[in-house]
Nanobody
Framework: QVQLVESGGGLVQAGDSLRLSCAAS????????MGWFRQAPGKEREFVAA????????YYADSVKGRFTISRDNAKNTVSLQMNSLKREDTGVYYC??????????????????????WGQGTQVTVSS
């Protein structure tokens, strides 16, 4: 498995932007498809965004489309989540996740928690109004 460490969380106001990063180590990063999930207090962890190993395809939850952008830098072993126009409902702990590329594909695959077998510890994002 690959080890993942998230960073970049914080307290921001509604309408602000924030950029999360996830640093990977331990395995060849470019062999992994990557995802971002989030968990609000009292709620289940939900899919936010995903990107394939090459960066050739991206997937987003409807709630963040047009506001969030996932990207990766395979040379630096990092995946990022640029979050713009933040809303209170974006508050939660954001988790980075990884799965070896090539097992499957498509929106129905990348949006499921069970798809991923490596997870980071999470970074807190709080959006105040």
């Amino acid at each position: 498995q690959v080890q993942l460490v998230e960073s970049g969380g914080g307290l921001v106001q509604a309408g602000d932007s924030l950029r999360l990063s996830c640093a990977a180590s331990g395995r060849t990063f470019s062999r992994y498809d990557m995802g971002w999930f989030r968990q609000a207090p009292g709620k289940e962890r939900e899919f936010v965004a995903a990107i394939t190993w090459s960066g050739g395809a991206t997937y987003y939850a409807d709630s963040v489309k047009g506001r969030f952008t996932i990207s990766r830098d395979n040379a630096k072993n990092t995946v990022s989540l640029q979050m713009n126009s933040l809303k209170r409902e974006d508050t939660g702990v954001y988790y980075c996740a990884a799965v070896e590329a090539g097992r499957n594909s498509g929106n129905g695959y990348y949006t499921k928690r069970v798809t991923y077998d490596s997870w980071g510890q999470g970074t807190q994002v709080t959006v105040s109004s």
